[in-house]
């Protein structure tokens, strides 16, 4: 079993910035792949970013030069630094583990999820 709780979720003005936090516990075979996805009102979840046991790192298009996945092993925890806030970032935020990141993007891939954490962009 894994365990994932977020938190640093709030609202922020077009433009902020926001950290969200990602704490794991539990089997550690089964979190290779450590992602972040979202979901806003009436659309489907999608994935944001995902980062590899090898560090190697994985963001969806919109999101690109704008959030930095990373991770901290040592307190088991996953990071997603989010700069230059838009309102369509607007979305409930969720913490996921997989075994791999093969395809990161595949919400089925993910057998693990927290609760999540709300983010709201707006003026």
């Known amino acids: 079993q894994v365990q994932l709780v977020e938190s640093g979720g709030g609202s922020v003005q077009p433009g902020g910035s926001l950290r969200l936090s990602c704490v794991a516990s539990g089997h550690t075979g089964r979190r290779n792949c450590m992602g972040w996805f979202r979901q806003a009102p009436g659309k489907e979840r999608e994935a944001v970013a995902a980062i590899d046991a090898a560090r190697k790192t994985f963001y969806h298009n919109s999101v690109t030069g704008r959030f930095t996945i990373s991770q901290d092993n040592a307190k088991n925890t996953l990071y997603l630094q989010m700069n230059s806030l838009k309102p369509e970032d607007t979305a409930m935020y969720y913490c996921?583990?997989?075994?791999?990141?093969?395809?990161?993007?595949?919400?089925?891939?993910?057998?693990?999820w927290g609760q999540g954490t709300q983010v709201t962009v707006s003026s």
């Open positions: 996921a583990a997989a075994v791999t990141c093969w395809y990161w993007e595949t919400r089925s891939d993910y057998n693990y």
